[in-house]
């Protein structure tokens, strides 16, 4: 089930599937190579109802179903034999493509090559987003880029040349704009070594973030395994309107379910409201989905997703979801885990922060938050893009706004930074004078990149440690996420309200109802923002920057010198010795908030992303030891001293000692990264033990042969104290369901016996007993 990514001419193949082409006359439009697109590849959909009514006659899946288990049951390896039961039994499933982004392609693609396969099995594309660091604008930045990432750019172009995966080249775009561009239709399947994957939802897909481990699984053609999701229903009804946008329904599902309330749930809109959104706005809502946790998001077909499809070349796609649009909403009448009921009509602007995505405010009431807790009312920068907020509707709203202060004589008093999401969108709004209005408003338009979204942010005018606000579009504000100072209040919100906010450059100013005064004494206030969902003229789609790879690959080599500090070829983990694992380390007891950010930091960590050894010194730098409340710094117990978390580590592997790290609720949320499983199995981790995982992370520590395991109490976090030595007991008789047991034992002499749970099910004790879910793929292949 694959999708080119233009169409105007069809061949029938039979009822339900279309064999896609591009006409001469768009690929002469577009002014791209037709090998972007994938020449042999159909919309099944026949296929995809034909599972779908597979499973319906089994009970007691004979009831009405989401649109959600539609999608997801319609990919099912075997539609006939799966147990399915919502939250419990893991799915084996066939996606349909795969997505990898810069930083985490180069791991993925490390790993498939160790596979020792010659070639992905599914349609696969590289997308180089995460490293081009925002410095001065978009054409240096771009440049420099390409200059200090060379050698990583190289590797990843000449991979996917030899094992058929698509390549697109730095300047072309976010990951997740052009997918939504190109690849994302209603009812596909894809999976992306990123965690807002999610933003395809907004065109109807089930679109999953995961680790490049996940990833390597499909790209070899073996079925993957995800826990079949529950599924939480958000009904929407009114319509957005006036300074309310799609950015607000997010921001407030946010504040109702927190960062882990929607963990192992796919998020699913529907309800009249929907309408009222526009596919790129129902993007941006999915997109934000992987900050509540949620395995995904989702919205039916619609009109709005039709008109989408149609102006990015790919009519023939929505004319054949109207044929099928039962297949792609939800049945009536069918049931969801848990309900969420929001009235667009009464829908406020929101602002979100700081340090964490689910602290939600109304615009109109964070001023008054923010001077109770001492939060800098002045707001430094104001930054707006990203792969959540980067559409033309989002570009022409803001620029509305811009353009009103322009007309007064007003500029942004703050520092107002742009990010396109694509070469397209950039093309575009550069066409339509968007562009040229943020340049004279005081604005700097950014590669076609990630940005200071990720931490790519050469910041220069605050140092470090120096108490700010910066308010932005992106999705994520952990702390010192942006620019690596911990001291950086992060507000996340709309695209219009960050402009407004730049504009006036004060936390508390509130658009609806505040004033700004114009140079010569005049007050006004700023109009609700407006701007085209679609540009009239049709998209500019900019240079081509992308690289098909060559029918037959196989004589290509690969190069990654033992010298480079960039790169380095993978060698197995060990197996499982066959026994329980005795006297562990408590390397560090983390307390509070511990995220991928701080176990595996971002920004200038991300030129490491391809080299294991190299970026492991890194590993879990940013966690707060409990012990002393300090980061970085834990007792080394057999020296006596304190040292760096990576060096002590570091320290017990080359001494023969294994260790745990323990952890609290939530462990591992944010970013797909798997280099923060990767680097604890790297430096001699062998479980970690926490109150609650983050669904990625948890499936990456058992994918590198890790034990991600929770106490069965919650409390006995609170028992292990940071001189302990604990076995973990019962490994002789690993069984799904059956949990294991750690023996404490206290630097005093006493001892404790504690349960501890896990998620493991037969397939993937198979990865922990052969050392990792590669080692298991080899010992099949």
Known sequence: VLTSA????????????????????????????????????????????????????????????????????GHLDDPHNQEIDRGRTYLRLRPDRVAMQDATAQMAMLQFISSGLPKVAVPSTIHCDH????????????????????????????????YGVGFWKPGSGIIHQIILENYAYPGVMLIGTDSHTPNGGGLGAICIGVGGADAVDVMAGIPWE???????????????????????VILKVAGILTVKGGTGAIVEYHGPGVDSISC??????????????????????????????????????????????????????????????????????HINGPFTPDLAHPVSEVGAVAKKNGWPLEVKVGL??????????????????????????LKCK?????????EQIRATIERDGYSKIFGDVGGVVLANACGPCIGQWDRRDVKKGEKNTIVTSFNRNFTARNDANPATHAFVTSPEIVTAIAIAGSLDFNPETDYLTAPNGEKFKLEPPTGDELPAKDFDPGQDTYQHPPADGGHLTVDVSPQSTRLQLLEP?????????EDLVVLIKVKGKCTTDHISAAGPWLKFRGHLDNISNNMLIGAVNSENDAVNKVKNHLKGDYGGVPDVARHYKANGVSWVVVGDDNYGEGSSREHAALEPRHLGGRAIIVKSFARIHETNLKKQGLLPLTFSNPSDYDKIRPDDRISIKGLKTFAPGKPLTAVVQHSDGSKETLELNHSFNETQIQWFQAGSALNRMKELH
């Open 384 to 409: 707006i893009g990203s792969c959540t907020n980067s559409s033309y509707e989002d570009m022409g709203r803001a620029a509305s706004l811009a353009k009103q202060a322009l007309d007064k004589g």
């Open 6 to 73: 233009s169409v105007i001419n069809r061949t029938v193949l039979g009822h339900g599937v279309r064999r896609l082409h591009v006409s001469a006359a768009y690929r002469a439009k577009a002014k791209v190579a037709m090998s972007r697109f994938e020449p042999a590849s159909f919309v099944n959909y026949e296929k995809l109802q034909a599972n779908v009514e597979i499973v319906r006659k089994r009970y007691p899946l004979n009831r009405p179903l989401t649109l959600s288990e539609k999608i997801v049951y």
């Open 573 to 581: 983990f060990d197996k499982w010795s066959g026994g329980d694992l």
């Open 414 to 422: 703050s520092q107002f930074t742009v990010t396109p999401g694509s």
């Open 280 to 349: 790129t706005g129902m993007a941006t809502i999915c997109n934000m989905g992987a900050e509540i946790g949620a395995t995904t998001s989702v919205f039916p077909y619609n009109h709005r997703m039709k008109t989408y499809l149609e102006k990015t070349g790919r009519g023939e796609i929505a004319q054949l979801a109207d044929e099928y649009k039962d297949l792609l909403v939800p049945d009536e009448g069918c049931k969801y885990d848990q309900i969420i009921e929001l009235n667009l009509d009464q829908l406020k602007p």
């Open 226 to 248: 995800l826990k079949c999701p529950k599924v939480i229903g958000v009904k929407l009804t009114g319509s957005l309107s006036g300074w309310t946008s799609p950015k607000d």
């Open 131 to 162: 490293l081009i660091e925002a410095q001065i604008g978009g054409v240096k930045d771009l440049a420099r880029a390409k200059d200090v990432n060379k050698e990583v750019y190289n590797f990843l172009s000449s991979a996917g040349a030899k």
